[in-house]
């Protein structure tokens, strides 16, 4: 069998994301870095090498999509930036007109929860331009429509199923404005009227609620969102920001859906500021939990770091958290199966066993 030529990839947004998944394509040998989008204009005309850290690589970043997408890019990696008012649907469209697959952490895992008419203007480009768009991170992406779905194939007569994140912030250097604008830094009552940051983790953690009920058969009777808030009693220092006594150091909110009047599946996730204000059930940085309640009832926990073996929560040679690695090393691996995918939208597939078989065309046994 003949020996194929790597993947080649291009990356939408050279940021803390856009980075790590530079670094991960010039070390893997079955890819190979074809271009680079950026968004800010003192990236413009860099070598992407340099912006990653690693040294030159001949890639040079460039903000003119077209320049961008006229590099024969097989699969786009789309780490743009999210400002929760879905100013990527543009361009997207624009690459999958072009005939370009896109893989994206970005809330496009499941456009039908934006309603029947976005969904199908997206299948339509990606169709007309031959393309194949996934929306693909570790939240939702994978745990929420991979993992814990394949794991209820140890459970019968599920009732209820919890996914929560938890992130420890401080590390994060870089990203202070932005979560100032989530309320941390900020006292706690000035905070309470605000949902910038529920709106835009809304926009991703909602989808696998959905996906969940259009994939199960479950009809949703509504969707309640709940928020949790914690000040720091002491002032806190930490790369990614500083903070005063008596001000918001955690942000938490949790979605559940509803069927029949009773909870069927809720996601969480709490974002805390250092060692501190790490809530009790996370025991360490980058922490995952599952929680399936049914005949026996389940609880898997997940926790990423650099290396085990060595004790190490980052290395110097990839100085990204092991969370955020997860995420583009989730949509690296999604690139073959996104080329190879017939044009349109690709999702997850059902784990062939699962807790709730689609049992509307199955034919009646005889005497029942």
């Known amino acids: 069998m003949p020996v194929r030529k790597p993947y ?18 010039l070390r893997l040998p079955e890819l190979e870095l074809a271009a680079v989008l950026a968004y800010s204009p003192h990236k413009d005309g860099v070598d992407a090498g340099e912006l990653a850290g690693v040294g030159p690589t001949g890639v040079i970043a460039t903000t003119d999509l077209d320049t961008f997408l006229a590099a024969d890019i097989e699969c786009v990696l789309h780490c743009g930036r999210d400002f929760g008012d879905w100013r990527t649907d543009d361009e997207i469209l624009r690459m999958l007109k072009r005939g370009v697959n896109v893989v994206t952490m970005l809330p496009y895992h499941f ?12 299948r339509a480009a990606a169709e007309r331009g031959g393309a194949t768009l996934h929306g693909s991170g570790i939240t939702p992406g994978f745990f929420n429509e991979r993992f814990a779905l394949a794991a209820t ?13 938890f992130f420890n912030i401080a590390p994060v250097e870089g990203g202070g404005d932005m979560l100032r604008m989530f309320g941390f830094g900020s006292p706690k009552a000035d905070v309470e009227g605000s949902d910038f940051a529920a709106q835009m983790a ?8 959905l ?5 199960l058969g479950i009809p949703v009777d509504r969707i309640e969102r709940t928020a949790r808030l914690a000040e720091t009693p002491v002032p806190l220092s930490e790369p990614v920001m500083a903070v005063e006594a008596g001000t918001v150091g955690l942000v938490s909110y949790a979605w559940t859906g509803y069927s029949g009047g009773k909870p069927f599946y809720t996601t969480e996730v709490y974002w805390y500021l250092g060692e501190s204000m790490r809530p009790q059930e996370c025991p360490v940085n980058d922490f995952w939990l599952i929680e399936i309640e049914g005949r026996p009832s389940l ?7 650099a290396s085990y073996r060595d004790d190490v929560y ?11 690695i997860m995420t583009v090393v989730a949509m690296l691996q999604a690139v073959p199966g996104v080329i190879a995918a017939a044009p349109g939208l690709l999702q997850p597939a059902l784990p062939q066993f699962h807790w709730k078989p689609d049992m509307r065309d199955a034919a009646p046994v005889e005497g029942r």
Do not use: M, W
Request: one cysteine or more; aromatic letters at 8%.
């Open 202 to 209: 809304e926009a991703y953690l909602r989808q696998p609620i």
């Open 314 to 324: 980052v290395k110097p040679e990839e100085p990204t958290p092991p969370g955020y």
């Open 211 to 215: 996906f969940y009920a259009d994939r």
């Open 299 to 305: 609880r898997i926990t997940v926790a990423g770091q």
């Open 8 to 25: 080649r990839v291009g990356i939408a947004g050279p940021g803390g994301l856009g980075l790590c998944a530079i670094r991960e394509v």
């Open 111 to 122: 456009l039908r929860s934006r309603g029947d008419e976005v969904e199908a203007r997206f």
């Open 153 to 165: 194939g140890l459970v019968n007569d599920v009732t209820h199923i919890r996914f929560a994140e």
